[in-house]
């Protein structure tokens, strides 16, 4: 599956953006989705994941409360709101599938990957 992510930009301290990752292709529906990011000298780390279904949804500890992940099956979209954002929340986003019907968040799970969406916070 091709994935196509896109909603990166420039925003303050405390604004919202959404990010969404098209994913075009008949298979969608049977992948696990995550979003990943990755700052400037750090590793690249889950941010939240969610399952082929949507019941099953994952969060890092850092964005609970502030981000949601959601996914649209027929539109082949999933989908990263992301509220009350701070400046260490300033990295790469990424969108990634895992043909896998649970929920996993270890990267190695992860086979598709978007091209990266570039989100900066200002203080």
């Known amino acids: 599956v091709q994935l196509q992510a896109s909603g990166g930009g420039l925003v303050q301290a405390g604004g919202s953006l959404r990010l969404s990752c098209e994913a075009p292709?008949?298979?969608?529906?049977?992948?696990?989705m995550a979003w990943f990011r990755q700052a400037p000298g750090k590793e690249r780390d889950v941010v939240g994941a969610?399952?082929?279904?949507?019941?099953?949804?994952y969060y890092t500890d850092s964005v609970k409360g502030r981000f949601t992940v959601s996914r649209d099956n027929d539109k082949l979209t999933v989908y990263l709101q992301m509220n009350s954002l701070k400046p260490e929340d300033t990295a790469v986003y990424y969108c990634?599938?895992?043909?896998?019907?649970?929920?996993?968040?270890?990267?190695?799970?992860?086979?598709?990957w978007g091209q990266g969406t570039q989100v900066t916070v200002s203080s």
């Open positions: 990634a599938a895992a043909n896998d019907y649970g929920l996993p968040i270890a990267i190695f799970r992860y086979t598709n």
């Open positions: 292709g008949r298979s969608f529906s049977r992948y696990a």
């Open positions: 969610i399952s082929w279904n949507g019941y099953a949804i």
